[in-house]
């Protein structure tokens, strides 16, 4: 029993030290970008060992991997609403919801999602993560179509995996140009518009 109480300290202490590390690691993030950050910076700032820095994370890249897949996390919370329309009116509401707060998280996001976006840019790994989390969400329109199309509401002879990628593509564009400040529309104005153009000529 108390080898076991010993274990679970030295469990907790270490999943505390890995937490204090991504926290320091995200504060370096935003002040330094992803290229001039260093794993040093990092472990100065949390305060702790370099040995013990190494034994939760190889480098940078897997620290900002991790901080990448919690922001990403809230978006994924969005791509998950419920969607069980029973109309055409009813799909285009859930769709204008969604796409709406995935926008807005972007705005939410913005300096982290702006050093992803460098990190995409130059890490390899990175760019590979981004992928799959893209193809994650991809995965997820895609299932929300096919339900649609069985349930008669949208066009049964279009290619449900093709019109998925095309409505991501779609707001992956927005989010970027959100996380740059390129957007001179609101977010309700975009999304008001994608999903009319979305919808009408998805669902029947």
């Known amino acids: 029993m108390n080898d076991e109480k010993i274990i679970d300290k030295r469990h907790l202490r270490s999943l505390k ?6 926290e320091s690691a995200k504060e370096v993030f935003l002040e330094e970008g992803f290229q001039k950050a260093t794993i040093s910076q990092m472990i100065k700032k949390a305060n702790i060992g370099y040995g013990t820095a190494y034994v939760h994370f ?3 890249e897997e620290i900002l991997i991790v901080l990448m897949e919690k922001v990403m996390e809230k978006f994924y919370e969005i791509a998950e ?13 859930i769709i204008l919801k969604q796409a709406t707060a995935f926008l807005k998280m972007a705005e939410t996001e913005r300096n982290m999602m702006q050093v992803f976006e460098q990190a995409i840019g130059i890490s390899s790994s990175i760019s590979n993560k981004w ?5 994650k969400f991809i995965q997820r329109i895609s299932e929300d179509i096919a339900y649609a199309q069985k349930a008669g509401l949208a066009r049964p002879e279009l290619n449900h995996k093709l019109a998925a990628r095309g409505w991501f593509f779609t707001n992956e564009m927005y989010l970027w140009e959100i996380v740059r400040n390129e957007h001179h529309d609101s977010v309700d104005d975009i999304t008001n518009t994608i999903t009319a153009v979305y919808t009408r000529g998805l669902y029947l």
């Open 17 to 22: 030290t890995r937490e204090k590390l991504l």
């Open 58 to 60: 190889e480098g940078k």
């Open 81 to 93: 609403i419920s969607f069980l329309p029973k109309t055409k009116k009813d799909a285009e509401q």
């Open 131 to 135: 992928k799959a989390i893209r193809e």
